[in-house]
């Protein structure tokens, strides 16, 4: 990779990193519960009622799991193409690594693990507290990302929002999903057919589009695990009694559990015993 390629990925990184951050920052004095929940990945299992008393989990990891083999493969060609020196879309190869990175962008908007985290995020900074079973198998995908995540973000006055606002193009993974889309080698250009015609988008353009997505997911989800670390090894309790949405008082502790020969730091929901 030249240099001055490095340079801009590099800034993207910090420039990123500080956003989310902030983003982070504004979870936990908006609401300090929510933002535990959050870093802690709190869900609705239905079912557990019956056994524990609440269908409300913590570290719930399944999310993670179903991504895990994606998000691995996206960073692997990261770190295989952009380690190249002056890496771009030439050569033999070079039109199928902008095919390879369209789908991965595609995928990466339609992560359900990513939707859910950013329309928790979006859920608390505006005031409206964690959102335990969060839903986004959605019909109308581009209406539900403006009015579920890009708009109370920005909203918000975080700057999430509108790196939200930039990375986000539904034409692109549309296009993707649909086979809608047809490559200009000769002008570098990315063509996409729409109801209303033909839009086209420059190699460079989609590439800064493609990297900022990327790095957005990867980074939120380094800091939200740094975050849950950092008070799982606390091994204390870490917020107030407060209620699951079924209604039962709860803690949160944080703890390292063994994991096999490894200490795991972790969360636990604790059911607390109300005065009569």
């Known amino acids: ?29 908006v609401d300090y ?21 609440t269908d409300c989990v913590i570290d719930n990891l399944i999310d993670i799991f179903n991504d895990e083999t994606r998000t691995k493969f996206y960073l692997r060609y990261l770190r295989r193409n952009y380690s ?23 995928h990466l908007w339609d992560s359900h693990y990513f939707l859910k985290s ?20 959605w019909w109308r995908k581009e ?10 973000i920005k909203n918000s006055g975080l700057e999430l929002g509108n790196l939200l606002e930039q990375c986000y193009r539904h034409e692109i993974r549309n296009a993707f999903a649909h086979s809608q889309y047809s490559i200009d080698a000769s002008r570098r250009l990315i063509c996409i057919r729409t109801d209303e015609g033909i839009l086209t988008l420059k190699f460079d353009e989609f590439q800064e589009i493609f990297l900022k997505s990327v790095i957005l997911m990867n980074k939120m989800e380094n800091l939200l695990e740094r975050n849950h670390d950092a008070a799982a090894q606390m091994q204390t309790p870490i917020t107030d009694v407060f209620k699951t949405p079924d209604g ?14 490894t200490l795991c730091p972790e ?10």
């Open 1 to 29: 990779m030249n240099n001055e390629h490095a340079k801009t990925i590099a800034n993207y990184i910090k420039n990123i990193s500080q956003i989310i951050q902030e983003a982070f920052n504004k979870m936990y004095e």
């Open 33 to 53: 519960i929510s933002y535990v929940l959050y870093i802690g990945r709190a869900s609705i299992m239905p079912g557990l009622k019956a056994l524990t008393g």
């Open 84 to 106: 190249k020196d002056g890496f771009c879309y030439y050569g033999d190869s070079g039109i199928d690594d902008l095919h390879v990175e369209l789908m991965i962008y595609a």
């Open 118 to 137: 950013l329309t928790r995020l979006a859920s608390i900074v505006s005031g409206k507290g964690y959102i335990w079973d969060a839903q986004v198998n």
């Open 143 to 152: 209406k539900k990302m403006q009015d579920c995540i890009i708009i109370p």
């Open 248 to 261: 039962l008082p709860v803690q949160v502790y944080g703890e390292m559990v063994k994991r096999g020969k």
């Open 267 to 276: 969360f636990r929901l604790v059911r607390v015993k109300e005065d009569d």
